[in-house]
């Protein structure tokens, strides 16, 4: 299993529309073969700090995510709304 974890932090006033984009995305990647989690979670401390969290049956299923149009478009859409670049981890499940 991988684990992907990405960090984003919005600019001011964008949110809504980040969060839109992610509810737009969501059912699209968990379509995807080996996709088997796709979350987000919205920081305690600052509204304006998310963190995906996504679950892969290997990757191959990552790297089949990446090449879709629909992340794609998601990045055309969320990249603008960003206040700083993702911070990207990946991550091998412990048995």
Do not use: C, Q
């Amino acid at each position: 299993m991988l684990i992907i974890t990405a960090k984003v932090t919005i600019k001011k006033g964008n949110s809504e529309e980040f969060l839109d984009a992610y509810r737009w995305m969501k059912p699209k990647v968990l379509g995807d073969p080996g996709a088997v989690v796709y979350d987000l979670h919205r920081s305690t401390d600052d509204p304006d700090t998310f963190i995906f969290y996504e679950h892969y049956e290997n990757k191959e299923a990552f790297d089949y995510h990446l090449s879709t149009d629909h992340f794609k478009a998601l990045a055309a859409r969320i990249d603008p709304l960003m206040a700083t670049p993702g911070e990207i981890g990946m991550w091998a499940e412990i048995d």
